[in-house]
């Protein structure tokens, strides 16, 4: 069975840090790119970063760009400088080729885990 599964998450104030992980299992995703999207209340799901296969290219969203930071030596996502809006269920996600900013097209999803950022 293929999955992917997140941790990591938690309750944090303004300012603070969090790395979340992805772990996969059911088969490699060496060659996948992967990637990270948020899902706040009464919210689109919203892309946050990815990373391609080899590392080599990474993507941010604007709101999270120069805080955030994504490896896939293993799969991570190191979120600095939290504020409340980064607020949400943090979703990894793995797409077989290119990337992506729209979830829907991607082809495998964890269940997510909880950030919460309070001020």
């Known amino acids: 069975q293929v999955r992917l599964v997140e941790s990591g998450g938690g309750s944090v104030q303004t300012g603070d840090s969090l790395v979340l992980n992805c772990t996969a299992s059911?088969?490699?995703?060496?060659?996948?790119?992967m990637a990270w999207f948020r899902h706040a209340p009464e919210k689109e799901r919203e892309f946050v970063a990815a990373?391609?296969?080899?590392g080599g290219s990474q993507y941010y969203s604007e709101s999270v760009k120069g805080r955030f930071s994504v490896s896939r030596d293993t799969v991570f996502l190191q979120m600095n400088s939290l504020k409340p809006e980064d607020t949400g269920t943090y979703y990894c996600?793995?797409?077989?080729?290119?990337?992506?900013?729209?979830?829907?097209?991607?082809?495998?999803w964890g269940r997510g885990t909880q950030v919460t950022v309070s001020s």
């Open positions: 996600a793995a797409v077989q080729s290119g990337w992506f900013r729209h979830w829907d097209l991607y082809d495998y």
């Open positions: 990373i391609t296969q080899s």
């Open positions: 059911g088969r490699s995703f060496a060659s996948y790119t």
